[in-house]
């Protein structure tokens, strides 16, 4: 048996890049998919055809993460479609990087509403849900930035670092019916964002990691799916920093 066999995870911002690559390794291990971008396009459609390929049910949201009301439409509309929702992967993310003392209260409001907000908007609808259903898994996409910080993202990385903490919090206030969150802290991994780095930052990079590589999308993949899995099961409250060692 696969090890999400008969499970339904939501998964936000899951178009492209890491949230796509959970996507695609949770349903090779049997989960159905539900997952949301901001816009119903190329990238959508062609994300659920991958994703049922691998044999399971997949259905892609246009929505706005940020925005309260259509998350609590969304989340409506995945249990309608698919009957119950066992894991909520908060993945939408954004970065608007500056320093602080030129950074402007857009690019803070921005980084804040659509990396952290989203996460509080989704676990609210999705809560009552998971406590009906007596379990569930919460995984928020966090960041080493978020543990260690990181100067010309201080937006970027108060936004990681709240989504440790809302992990942590929410945790302990619904431990009790059997849901779990947890949270995923990232390193440098290989990503289009990382791609368009030069080779000189690059290898700089490689030089602060013990494993002398970047992390690959499946390295975050793999972590989400044994959190997103009963084989967590007696794993709640936590924050996995997937870095390659680079900060211990």
Do not use: C
């Not at 908007?121 to 007596?134: D, F, G, K, L, S």
């Not at 206030?173 to 990382?194: D, K, L």
């Amino acid at each position: 048996m696969k090890l999400l066999e008969g499970k339904v995870a939501l998964i936000t911002g899951a178009s492209r890049g890491i949230g796509k690559g959970i996507a695609l390794k949770f349903a090779s291990e049997g989960a159905d998919i539900a997952f949301t971008d901001l816009f119903d396009d190329e990238n959508m459609a062609n994300t659920v055809k991958e994703i049922e390929a691998l044999g399971v049910r997949a259905k892609g949201y246009a929505s706005n993460a940020a925005d309260f009301a259509q998350t609590e439409e969304v989340v409506a509309k995945v249990k309608e479609d698919f009957g119950h929702i066992d894991v909520l992967v908060n993945n939408a993310g954004i970065t608007k990087d500056g320093l602080m003392l030129k950074m402007s209260e857009a690019q803070w409001d921005a980084v804040i509403d659509v990396n952290l907000k989203s996460a509080f908007n989704y676990i609210h609808a999705i809560v009552p849900i998971m406590m009906r259903q007596r379990q569930g898994s919460i995984i928020n996409m966090a960041s080493v930035v978020g543990v260690h910080g990181n100067a010309g993202q201080a937006n970027y990385a108060a936004s990681k670092a709240g989504l440790i903490a809302l992990a942590k919090s929410i945790a302990q206030e619904v431990g009790s019916r059997g849901i779990r969150a947890n949270a995923i802290a990232p390193g440098f991994i290989e990503t289009a964002m990382t791609a368009a780095l030069s080779d000189e930052v690059r290898k700089e990079w490689a030089q602060k990691i013990p494993l002398r590589r970047a992390g690959q999308v499946e390295d975050i993949a793999n972590v989400a799916t044994f959190l997103a899995s009963d084989m967590s099961s007696y794993v709640s409250g936590q924050v996995i920093e997937v870095d390659g060692g680079m900060n211990m």
